[in-house]
């Protein structure tokens, strides 16, 4: 059984940081593109980065609201989705998801969406305060 389980979601002031992990059990592909999503209240799922294999150059590409601000990578076991997010706003507060594919998939830059991935963590929530 697949599970994705997200973790390091909290509450922080407007500029502090915050760091998402996604635990990945029983998933055979941690050699695709996997990615962040977030999704405040009343709004639709939007995506926040993807990263692809090491594999096939692991390219990342980022949400224009985030770019230069939040980093996601691959922990040095293979094993966890991070995402470093620095300078926080009040806008960026959310549920935060991870996301991997249904099959081994590559991102091309900008044409990435939540449609594009089958398997989603719980999520984690993230409030930036003012």
Known sequence: QVQLVESGGGSVQA???LTLS???SGYPYMDTCM???R???GLERD?????????????????GSVKG????????????????MNSLKVEATAVYFC????RRTYCSRGGWGPRSFGYWGQGAQVTVSS
């Open 22 to 24: 996604c635990r990945f």
């Open 15 to 17: 500029g502090g940081s």
């Open 99 to 102: 996301a991997a594919p249904e």
């Open 35 to 37: 990615g962040w999503f």
């Open 47 to 63: 995506g926040v980065a993807i990263i692809n294999s090491d594999a096939s150059g692991g390219m990342t590409d980022y949400a």
């Open 69 to 84: 601000r939040f980093t996601i990578s691959r922990d040095k076991a293979g094993n966890s989705l991070l995402l470093q």
């Open 39 to 41: 999704q405040a209240p």
